[in-house]
């Protein structure tokens, strides 16, 4: 289309004039089939029903008069009224369904073979009444010269067969079988009769199905059409399962070994298929003398036949594994394997340098088999490992793992990415072998291959840091200098797409990090970039899902100094954000800490500067923080946090009494009558509490122990590494694994283990400020006091300035009142808003 002309260029002569009103008439007839699409007054008034009938009389009424589509309406809505009144639907409305089916068209007959089946499973009348109302329509139109039409009523035909009785299966639907299967009915009326075979096998005897129904299937899998041998070929399996070993031995199997030789090359692959489905029925003789030759030669025959028996023999490559292995010889054994091998590169030889659109259909349509084919090997490649026994991977395997890594369709790595993991379980101490293609696979262009890998991200890194044994200590992923760039680039790259759920779980997947790689690493490479996408990123769970894996990083690292930096910009850069959004995240961030943390350390650091957001301008704050102060109450022990009690209950009132917003009122209203209706823990167990006092009584122990095992890496480095410290070191270690192990299930059901510990900051720099807790241990209680000497710093020059005496965090801790208002984080952007933290003296 041109664009009009310039205004003053326009030609309003009459040839053009004319012009412009055959385009009008264009449009007019454009426009003509949307007026003829609406309803006449005559046609409207035919379509109207009177409001005043009832639903029974409504849908007699519409089943009668109406049209086709208030017919179809009524029969889809024949479950609910069935529900509704049984008795007079069977009475008046069912009658009328069975008329207009007899001449309904496919909408319909589509849509009462849904309603049929839907009732049957609703279970609204008796087996008995269904029998007699439905069973005989459903047989009716079993032969419908629509094939979707017959298909769907076939499938509400074997639904129903599971729960009739017995007599009523042997003389509704056996006894006219016999007939239906027969050569000289049609075809499409003998399908219909393999597929009602092969149900009926389990719901009589062994000698009723000698007698009566083995004879059907031996025709039927001789009949002179194909797709009558391939269905009933395909059956013969339910039939197996139903007649018993001997049985299957003598009949079925000499049918399966016939038709395995049959013309028909998907005969032959239903044959193959079932043959392979079977395999543990059939002993070991019959597997070696009578399977194998037949597997064999069809192997063999496969690369000159349809590349559909390809896909169907690579996808069935791991059964036959499993269910011919010990049989193959050694010469045998490796054969197949070489196939296999053969498999996994089909399509890849041939190279063309063709543009896509001057590829002839016949070989785009190969090569998307070729696909397939090498997809399918991917999916069995766990069992390939089993088949030539994991010792044996990097010789037999490796190079084909590696082809399958570096396919250049994106099926054939997703489906590789998928079996990562079991690949990864069966190498187990030779894992190692495999680093590289974890690599490959995070870089992979394709997110698609990204987000299949990442399913089991965690459990995958696990073995590699221990080499596939639980048992070892030393970390073996400090050999693989990339994998830290990999998961750093990954990150950006799912944080570029517009996948923001790819994203989500990979930052989830991303708390288990501590356990794999070094504290001091994820400070430097992932700390940062989880503030950056809390404070940035546009997608809540994804902001949400960056907020807890930065929560557990933060339990996990190991230097206090490095603890203290991320708590001061939690607050500073959250709570006391310019940007409502970002004191948002900062309540969902207070939410973790309370779900992960022990009760004493939100109580330290992060109550106070929670409950300031009372005072909070935006109502959406302070609405989200009234839902969180329950949880904010049960993380005081009462009379050690008495003092925090007294600031709650104030904050809480001057809500009560100065709160505008009605909104937020009456959320405070109904937060107010559940904080009165919770009831205090106290500081000595109680046994209403005891699971979870219990629970934060190890969150507690485990904190403390980082704290010593930071002091003893210290002093290990100052003493040159001597052999008490060396002792000392590993006890700790030792003690906060056992721990860690006891509560591991607490974290969303994610191992992770505590080699890399928790972490409990250290007090403020006053020396005089007591931070004592009790530790449960063997029916004894100890006192540990953070004012010990083991839990300062070396020396005051040894702190960075930003934690200098001068500048301490906002403290909480039990058993004292100080708090202190943190220093500006020194935003470029913002100028965060001040917490006035009043100091309060504790009760004793």
């Avoid at 013969?236 to 031995?249: C, H, P, V």
């Avoid at 190969?366 to 088949?387: G, L």
């Avoid at 400020?769 to 000497?789: F, N």
């Amino acid at each position: 289309m041109h664009p009009p002309p310039p205004a003053a260029a326009m030609d309003f002569s009459q040839n053009s004039l004319f012009g412009y009103m055959e385009d009008l008439q264009e449009l007019t007839i454009i426009e003509r089939p949307v007026r003829r699409s609406l309803k006449t007054p005559e046609e409207i008034e035919r379509l109207t029903v009177d409001e005043d009938l009832s639903d029974i009389e409504r849908a007699v009424y519409l089943l009668s008069a109406g049209q086709d589509v208030q017919g179809t309406s009524v029969i889809a809505n024949l479950p609910f009224l069935m529900r509704q009144n049984p008795t007079e639907t069977l009475r008046r409305v069912l009658p009328k369904v069975r008329e207009a089916l007899h001449v309904a068209g496919v909408e319909m007959q589509l849509t009462a073979a849904m309603s049929f089946l839907t009732i049957l499973q609703d279970e609204s009348v008796s087996i008995h009444a269904y029998t007699h109302s439905f069973l005989q329509v459903i047989l009716l139109h079993l032969e419908h010269r629509d094939t979707g039409v017959s298909n769907a009523w076939l499938e509400t035909l074997l639904s129903v067969i599971e729960v009739l009785p017995k007599e009523t299966l042997r003389h509704e639907i056996l006894n006219p079988l016999v007939s239906k299967a027969q050569l000289s009915q049609t075809v499409q009326s003998r399908l219909v009769s393999c597929k009602i075979l092969g149900k009926l096998t389990n719901k009589f005897d062994a000698h009723t199905i000698k007698r009566e129904i083995l004879p059907l299937v031996k025709s039927l899998c001789q009949d002179v059409e194909y797709e009558v041998r391939s269905c009933m070929c395909r059956q013969l399996e339910n039939i197996a399962q139903g007649i018993g070993t001997e049985l299957t031995k003598n009949v079925v199997l000499p049918e399966l070994i016939e038709l395995s030789r049959d013309e028909g090359s998907s005969v032959r692959l239903a044959a193959f298929e079932t043959l392979v489905n079977l395999l543990d029925i059939f002993d070991t003789d019959d597997r070696s003398q009578t399977i194998l030759p037949l597997v064999k030669s069809f192997c063999e025959k496969s690369f000159k036949a349809d590349e559909s028996i390809l896909i169907s023999l690579s996808f069935h490559l791991g059964k036959l594994c499993h269910g011919l292995y010990g049989i193959f010889t050694p010469d045998q054994h490796l054969r197949f394997l070489e196939f296999y091998k053969k498999l996994c590169t089909l399509g890849l030889q041939q190279e063309n340098g063709h543009n896509e659109n001057q590829i002839p259909p016949q070989i785009l349509e190969q090569e998307k088999k070729y696909i397939s084919v090498r997809k399918n090997c991917a999916y069995n490649f766990p069992a390939m490992i089993v088949f030539v026994d994991p010792k044996n991977f990097h010789m037999e395997l490796y190079s084909t793992f590696f082809c399958l890594c570096h396919d250049p369709e994106v099926p054939v790595r997703y489906t590789i990415a998928i079996c990562f993991y079991e690949v990864s379980k069966l190498l187990n101490s030779g894992v190692y072998l495999i680093h590289k293609e974890l690599i490959t696979l995070l870089q992979d262009e394709s997110l698609e291959v990204l987000d299949a890998l990442i399913d089991h991200l965690p459990e995958i890194l696990e073995l590699m840091s221990t080499g596939g044994e639980s048992s070892v200590q030393e970390n073996k992923l400090s050999s693989l200098p990339d994998l830290i760039p990999a998961l750093t680039a990954a990150e950006q790259r799912a944080a570029a797409s517009l996948k923001w759920r790819t994203h989500e779980k990979l930052l989830q997947k991303y708390a288990c990090l501590p356990h794999v790689i070094s504290s001091d690493q994820i400070y430097y490479r992932f700390l940062q970039r989880m503030f950056t996408i809390m404070m940035t990123n546009n997608v809540l769970p994804v902001q949400k899902a960056a907020s807890r894996t930065l929560c557990i990083f933060l339990r996990y690292n190991r230097k206090q100094e490095q603890r203290h930096e991320v708590i001061q910009k939690l607050i500073e850069q959250l709570g006391q954000g310019k940007s409502y959004w970002n004191r948002l995240r900062f309540l969902d961030t207070c939410e973790f800490i309370i779900e992960i943390f022990s009760k004493s350390f939100f109580c330290k650091y992060f109550f106070l500067p929670a409950i300031e957001l009372t005072h909070d301008p935006v109502a959406n704050v302070r609405m989200k923080l009234c839902y969180l102060l329950p949880k904010v109450k049960s993380t005081l022990k009462i009379p050690a946090d008495k003092h925090l009690l007294q600031q709650l209950e104030m904050c809480v009132r001057k809500l009560l009494c100065q709160e505008k917003d009605k909104d937020v009122l009456a959320i405070v209203k109904r937060t107010v009558l559940e904080l009165d209706r919770m009831e205090m823990s106290m500081d000595a167990f109680q046994k209403k509490f005891y699971e979870k006092d219990l629970l934060d009584q190890e969150k507690e122990r485990e904190e403390l122990l980082l704290l010593e095992m930071e002091q003893l890496e210290k002093e290990k480095q100052q003493n040159d590494g001597r052999p008490m410290s060396d002792k000392m070191f590993e006890k700790k270690r030792k003690e906060i694994k056992k721990s860690k192990l006891i509560r591991s299930q607490s974290f969303n059901n994610q191992a992770f283990h505590a080699k890399y510990g928790n972490l409990e900051k250290c007090a403020s720099k006053s020396s005089t400020t007591g931070y004592t807790t009790s530790v449960s241990g063997l029916g004894k209680t100890s006192v540990l006091s953070l004012t010990d000497d083991s839990f300062r710093t070396r020396n005051a020059s040894s702190v960075p300035s930003s934690f200098s005496p001068n500048t301490p965090l906002p403290s909480t801790s039990r058993g004292t009142g100080n708090s202190v208002d943190p220093k500006s984080s020194g935003s470029k952007d913002t100028q965060p808003r001040k917490a006035t933290l009043k100091s309060r003296k504790s009760n004793p």
